[in-house]
Antibody
């Protein structure tokens, strides 16, 4: 059974940084693209970033380019999202999702950017 | 970026009756490889999203056959043949043909009348 578990969310001040992690199990992590998708409170879904199997290809939505960095550690079956220069509008539940077409999702971790 | 527009945004349905959600894209979703990367997701209250259909009409494992998808080019439809109580939630279409970024529709909230 595919399992994805995000962690690392919390309250951070505007301008601050946070690193999200996604631990995976139940599938061969190293052969799948992985994505981060976020959902602001009471709002819809927004794709944030994805990364290919070996980490050589990374793409981002324009609103996070230069501030967020997606990475992965295939030896640890883990996906990461380093977030810096955080803004109030980055407040959201952040989900990691398996595959290029978002086959499976984790339960999410809440990031709140507020002073 | 490709804009995805869903309608209706709110869908009250009587149990056992059919339901239909429309999704339109601002440009054709036919990829150069011939596939159309249009997916549908369901988000039940308090849960994370779950993919229902991929490449327009392919049901994911465990998805009841009362869910079906159709469409081509820029017009797509999610149909539920007979709505059950467990179908309550928000439904999103998402295009993965022209990326980055992947883009989602605004979501359609299905509720029981």
């Amino acid at each position: 059974e595919v399992q994805l578990v995000e962690s690392g969310g919390g309250l951070v001040q505007p301008g601050g940084s946070l690193r999200l992690s996604c631990a995976s199990s139940g599938f061969s992590f190293s052969i799948f693209w992985m994505s981060w998708v976020r959902q602001a409170p009471g709002k819809g879904l927004e794709w944030v970033a994805n990364i290919n199997e070996d980490g050589s290809v990374k793409d981002y939505v324009d609103s996070v380019k230069g501030r967020f960095t997606i990475s992965r550690d295939n030896a640890r079956n883990s996906l990461y999202l380093q977030m810096s220069s955080l803004r109030a509008e980055d407040t959201a539940v952040y989900y990691c999702a398996k595959g290029q077409w978002l086959d499976d999702w984790g339960p999410g971790t809440l990031v709140t950017v507020s002073s | 970026d490709v804009v995805m527009t869903q309608s209706p945004l709110s869908l009250p349905v009587t149990l056992g009756q059919p339901a239909s959600i429309s999704c339109r894209s601002s440009q054709s979703l036919v990829h150069s490889d011939g596939n159309t990367y249009l997916n549908w997701f369901q988000q039940r209250p308090g849960q994370s999203p779950r993919r229902l259909l991929y490449v327009v009409s392919n049901r994911d494992s465990g998805v009841p056959d009362r869910f079906s998808g159709s469409g081509s080019g820029t017009d797509f439809t999610l149909r539920i043949s007979r709505v059950e109580a467990e179908d309550v939630g928000v439904y999103y279409c998402m295009q993965a043909t022209h990326w980055p970024p992947y883009t989602f529709g605004q979501g359609t909230k299905l509720e029981i009348k």
